[in-house]
Structure formats: C-alpha cells, structure tokens
C-alpha cells in the first residue's frame, strides 16, 4: 500500500504530461491542416489566386511535420520510448527546419510590406506574409512546447526503467 502512495505522483505527472502533447498534437494537426488547404487550394485552383495565393516554400516541407504527429501519438498509449525520440528528432527536421526557412525566405517580402506597405500576395485579402509569419509564430510555440513536455515525459519515463532494474 505505501509503495503505490508513493508512485502515485508519478503517475498523475505522466498523465499531466500525456494530456499537454495530446492538446498540443490537436493544434499541431489544425496548423497542418491549415497548411495543406493553402496547398491544396492554390494547386489545384479550387478559388482565384487573388483569394488564396501561390504557398511559400517551406509550406512544402511543413507537410512532412504529420510524422512527429504520429509518432507522438503513437508514443503515448504504450509509453514507447522509440516512437517518442522518433518523434522528437523528426520534430526538428520537419517542424521546426521548415519554420526556420520560412522565416529568412519571407523575411525580404515581409521588410518590403513593413517599409512601403505592399504586399503582393494575399489569403482572403489580408497580406500572405503577415499570415505566414503569424502561422509560424504560432507553430514554433506548439512544437516547442511539443519539445518540453516531450522530453519531460521521456525522462519520467526513463526514470521508471531505471527504479524497475534497480528493484
């Protein structure tokens, strides 16, 4: 009886943890919807450029960002530890390096819009870029607090292996 008083917090901290990236990876899958409806929209001309343009570059690889997604949810039921680092490392290649390329491949369109207030391309008549740059604001937050609570977790997890073979 004292032995399961004393790992009750873990385990209410491994549920915290678990429902954060749970709420984390439902915003992740609006933002990457959101992503995919610009692509999809724009390529296969469903509305006028003029109402959705043309996506920037990084939205591209931005798609691959659904993989840290699956992992993750992957990861959480069984408390697997592979998918979770899977998860993790393939966060920063294609969520966080395609936000970083974003951010330099938008940023001369975004100081011309700043410096004389032209902007060239819009989504539903409000500046793409200024759009873009609030999307990747929003996203690198979501993925690094993906990050925190991930390695939190992973290291909660860890920690119970490790008092398991020291038993």
Known sequence: MKNKLRMAPQYQMNASLKSEIRKLNVV??????LVAAQ???SHFN???QDTVSMPYQWEYPYLLSI???LFSSLSLPKNNI???VLSMISAGLFSFAPLI???MEMF???????RQGKAFRFIFGCSAVTAAYVAIVVAAQVHGWQLYYMKKLLDSWFDATQEKKNK
């Open 28 to 33: 992740h899958f609006l933002i990457w919807l």
């Open 39 to 41: 692509v999809t929209v």
């Open 46 to 48: 469903i509305v006028s």
């Open 67 to 69: 993989f840290p997604l």
């Open 82 to 84: 592979s998918y979770l």
């Open 101 to 103: 390329y974003g951010g």
């Open 108 to 114: 001369p369109v975004a100081k011309q819009l700043f």
